[in-house]
């Protein structure tokens, strides 16, 4: 069977992934870019944006995990858009007419709409789902392949609490935001189920590595 996969999720000292006041100008809220500039000056990120240059190491090494073996990817709402992008009945996602997944991406909400196709091998689909059923259809339509689950926290918080993440790769950015959505609220004792594995690189993130014990 396929795994699910967390990959380049950052996290503040205090266990935020994103900060209070989400959107359309803010989509961290007040926490800015300050949860992603790591990963902003490796050669994974320029070369994202079609670009040149960029650092190597650790960073990029971590970073560029992110895309191989990956069949499709579950999100949330909140990843998908602002605040009230429901409202908008043709938006269709940040990233504009070519989105970077280049794979089926199924989107949780309680507000859901019919299938966008985009270009670049990307189709947004809607679903009002549980974990569970949402991964049963993103497996489907990875064809084999790992599913890459996207955030945001609240997201990968209930697909951990379910047993139903295989590998995550969470980046602990030194930074104390104090306020925004938590990941780890609610797992207490997660340590249990995963081994884990931690690197820190000259940039002074933390990577850490849980990889889900044999069940």
Known sequence: MSDVR???FA???DGFATGAGQAPDAPFGHAGERLHEWMFATRFWHEMGGGRGGSGGADHAFAAMHGAGIGAEIMGAGKFGPPGWQDDPGYKGAWGANPPFHTPVFVLTHRPRPSIEMEGGTTFHFLDASPAEALERA???AGGQDVRLGGGPSVV??????GLVDHMHLVQVPIVLGRGVRLWDGLESLEEAYDIEAVSTPSGVTHLTFTAKSR
């Open 6 to 8: 967390v990959h380049n």
């Open 11 to 13: 996290i503040s000292l």
């Open 139 to 141: 497996r489907e339509a």
């Open 157 to 162: 918080r209930d697909f951990l609490a379910e």
